[in-house]
């Protein structure tokens, strides 16, 4: 795969997130694909450490994907490998062994049973994994394992990733620091529909895995699930989330305890931050865009009229474009098939009023929108005064960039 | 806009479709939006003739669409009037108007009724369309009418199109002549789900409006509704179908005639003749793509199946990239949300197993399949092994050419 330039969206510098008691990792060269970069991440948790996690509803899930919703309902881990460079999905019977012969492995390395492993590929699709390759890493990686710097498996896990993405919160609870550190990766193939792409949340917080689950599913609707870069569902979407439960307070054993909606809150920025990440990386992308619905008949309808937009790749190349199309978002609005009275839409750009009751505002100034748009960051609002329903969902412009990308991935 | 380069999947020639008694037409240059090209199709019918529709389930349609949604019941036709460069869509209350006087201008033109005229426009979305342009134009096209060239409304009625496009059948009914015309345009925002984008069909067939409207609906669902160039559905999607009852053989009254069959046929195959070459002319398009699925639990998850795989623009640039990338076709069979079971799955490329059984295929040839790829006509075939569904959806790449026409189509 040839090197893409650096997302012009990238951020300026990475986080340094703090160590989190329980939490050790190290990464390794394994070739799996990729020369020159690492590609393979092991992380250990400490004894008690409980997973919560949302896999993709491809109907074509990747053989780590099966595995981890086989293991997440015990709720416990001790170790997660992560590679990239090759997906092992839809490789069959021999995925399947590629994915327990990976788990027999590390949990040799690290000392407990195979249903505390989690795995996640990331990659070309089709391709078998050879988990002998795994098998002198992991035992190498294992010896070399500490507690920072959390970029190194951010790079670990990377695909046509530009730049590694990372998040952490740090908060209190009765008293006591808790910290949230997260990863993700992610570019194309992003529509992560009921799921999310490739991200790892720890935490030290005591919580109850049933506990870290909703909150972990309540959060994803509005992080990940709310993310397009080019409607394409991949078939090995995870987010993964592992407590150790070493913060020295009072563990999270309810919903109703009023902590869990603290610890949901911080929760939800990292989570945030890591799928703004993966829209700002989004394969080709010059700009970020909030599409915003509101007016719909319900939350519902407003997210399906939002993806309709955020998906359309009309409304991405004339953001490209910094055309302030408009006519394009009504096509968009119009496809979705929700309720929509076309003579009562009202378009905004920011806060520029293009369309109002079903046609060109008056006043409408081209100018100033062109202006606007000339930005990285665009606000795109509809209003459809029909009801309260409202949601917003977060993309990229569509770009040569994504063409050449995807062109040329297998060669 | 900008002109962009012939799709290379264009025809060598174009058929010189002959006469059909009751229609004539004419061209002319109103400067709605181009230079130095027509812009306005009018065309007469002979009295008798009767109508068929089908438009965009679009909820912001245009106010041409809203006409002839109106009109459509009549089922009588007298004129026919279309603009290209601006769709008079999103206009409000000002399309409205526009096209009642658009209409009025047409009927005192033809000697007609407005409730016989239809019409349809296509191009910019949300720039009010100036009816007074017509005035003058319509009255003076109207004394030029003629039975020929049918590749003169062909042109008119363009937009990004790099090429007219025109089908025409003659068939033989009761040892009579008859004869099918159809032009469409279309080049993106094309995915017609439900309707089509503009396309116009003549004949002189005697035939009882409901009865067309009925081979008209079927037929449209195996050719304009099969098709996606971009997943983006208009607002303006129209198809007309217009029947003189010139040809001198006894009408067809009723689909029990056996006559509609073989009516019907021709129609389809007109049709389907048409919406290929709006794939041939896809924005950008550099091959031609057919996307076959069979074994689905039924015809329409097996339609819905190809048309996720169809969408994909995962898949449409690896096809531009001539990438048998069957790993990204698995993907969207993932996405489609439809019965799938991936251990079944298998994938051909034109005659070349890639995939059985949810993996590589045993001898996958590589060099082979990359050969293949290379060809400017494809086939991709999904078999799920689950029943008996089958559906065809036809589609184009995915190239640099997509983003540069759409980054620039205001401007």
Known sequence: MAAHPVSPLAPKSYPDLPEIDGVRFATAEAGIKYKNRTDVLLMAFAEGTVAAGVLTRSKCSSAA?????????????????????????????????????????????????????????TGVIGEPLDASKFAGVLDETATRMA?????????????????????????????????????????????????????????????????????????????FNAITVDSDTSTSDTLLAFATGKARVEPILSLEDPRAEIFGQALSDVLFELAIHVVRDGEGATKQVSVHVEGAVSDQSAFRIAKAIADSPLVKTA????????????????????????????????????????????????????????????????SLDLGEGAATVYTCDLTHGYITINGDYRS
């Open 65 to 121: 994907v099966d595995w981890c919703r086989a293991n997440l309902p015990g709720g416990k881990a001790r170790g997660l490998v992560v590679n990239s460079g090759n997906a092992n999905a839809f490789t069959g019977i021999k995925g399947k062994e590629s994915v327990q012969q990976t788990a027999e492995i590390a949990a040799k390395a690290l000392g407990c049973s195979t249903d505390q492993i989690f795995l996640a590929s």
């Open 147 to 223: 507690a920072t710097p959390w970029i190194d498996p951010a790079k670990a896990i990377m695909t046509t990733d530009t730049y590694p993405k990372l998040s952490g919160a740090v908060l209190e609870i009765d008293g006591v620091e808790v910290k949230i550190n997260g990863i993700a990766k992610g570019s194309g193939m992003i529509a992560p529909d009921m799921a999310t792409m490739l991200s790892f949340v720890v935490t030290d917080m005591p919580i109850a895995a049933e506990v870290l689950q909703a909150l972990l599913v309540k959060h994803n609707q509005t992080s």
């Open 319 to 382: 953001i490209a474009g910094e055309d302030a199309n408009w006519g394009r978002v009504v096509m968009a609005v119009g496809k979705a098939g929700e309720p929509a009275d076309r003579d009562k839409l009202a378009i905004r750009f920011g806060d520029l009023v293009v369309a109002r009751n079903g046609e060109r505002a008056d006043g409408y100034d081209e100018a100033a929108t062109s202006a606007y748009m000339k930005g990285e960051e665009l606000e795109l609002t509809v």
